[in-house]
C-alpha cells in the first residue's frame, strides 16, 4: 500500500514497503504553468543533482537515506524514523553543517524539517535545492536562512547559538560570519 505522507512545492512525499523495507518515495511534481519539455527537463535534471548530492554526502561519512532508485521524475529512499531531539544535538548538528560546507555542498533549504535525529545519529534530507559551490555567499546564505527558520519560532529560537557553536567548530572558512552579517545588513534595505 502506497500512502501520501507529505506534499511540497516541488514533490510528494509517499510511503510504501518494497521487499520488506520501508522506504518514500519522493515524486516530483509537473509545474502546468510550464512548457512540457521545459518541465521535463527541470524536473529529470534537479532529481539527477539531488541524487548525486546524496551520494556525494554518503562518500563524506554524513548520514542520508540510502537511494535505491533514481528515475527521469523519482527517487526511492531508505525510509528513516525521525526521534524529532534535535535539541538535544544543536551543536552536532552545526558540526554537520560545517562538514557539508567544508566539502562544497549548499543544502538549499536548511530547516529542522530537513534534518532528522535518530538514535544519536545526525541525517540531512530533501536536497531538492541544493548543489555544490565553493562560494563563500553561498555558505553563509544556507546559514542564513536556516538562522532566520529557527529564529521565526518561540520553540527554536535558542537552538541557533548552539548550532553556530557547532559550526564555528568544524569550518574551514570563517569569513562566512562576516558575510553572513552583511547579507543580513543588505536585506534590512530591500
Do not use: M
Given at each position: 500500500m502506497i500512502t501520501k505522507v507529505n506534499s511540497g512545492a516541488e514533490a510528494d512525499i509517499y510511503k510504501t514497503n518494497i521487499f520488506d523495507q520501508n522506504v518514500f518515495i519522493k515524486q516530483r511534481i509537473p509545474k502546468n504553468y510550464r512548457n512540457k519539455k521545459l518541465d521535463d527537463k527541470i524536473i529529470k535534471t534537479r532529481n539527477k543533482q539531488e541524487a548525486n548530492l546524496l551520494k556525494?554526502?554518503?562518500?563524506?561519512?554524513?548520514?542520508?537515506?540510502?537511494?535505491?532508485y533514481v528515475g527521469p521524475n523519482k527517487i526511492i529512499m531508505q525510509e528513516i524514523k525521525n526521534d524529532n531531539k534535535h535539541e538535544r544535538q544543536?551543536?552536532?548538528?552545526?558540526?554537520?553543517?560545517?562538514?557539508?560546507?567544508?566539502?562544497?555542498?549548499?543544502?538549499?533549504?536548511?530547516?529542522?524539517?530537513?534534518?532528522?535525529?535518530?538514535?544519536?545519529?545526525?541525517?540531512?534530507?530533501?536536497?531538492?535545492?541544493?548543489?555544490?559551490?565553493?562560494?563563500?555567499?553561498?555558505?553563509?546564505?544556507?546559514?542564513?536562512?536556516?538562522?532566520?527558520?529557527?529564529?521565526?519560532?518561540?520553540?527554536?529560537?535558542?537552538?541557533?547559538?548552539?548550532?553556530?557553536?557547532?559550526?564555528?567548530?568544524?569550518?574551514?572558512?570563517?569569513k562566512i560570519f562576516e558575510n553572513i552579517k552583511a547579507i543580513e545588513k543588505r536585506g534590512r534595505y530591500l
Open positions: 556525494k554526502i554518503k562518500k563524506l561519512n554524513l548520514n542520508t537515506p540510502f537511494v535505491f544543536l551543536y552536532e548538528i552545526g558540526k554537520k553543517i560545517a562538514e557539508l560546507h567544508n566539502n562544497d555542498v549548499i543544502h538549499g533549504d536548511l530547516n529542522l524539517i530537513n534534518i532528522i535525529t535518530n538514535n544519536k545519529q545526525i541525517y540531512f534530507i530533501d536536497f531538492g535545492l541544493g548543489f555544490v559551490s565553493r562560494k563563500i555567499e553561498d555558505k553563509a546564505t544556507d546559514l542564513l536562512v536556516f538562522k532566520k527558520t529557527l529564529k521565526s519560532s518561540s520553540k527554536t529560537k535558542d537552538f541557533w547559538e548552539k548550532i553556530l557553536d557547532g559550526y564555528c567548530s568544524t569550518t574551514k572558512e570563517k
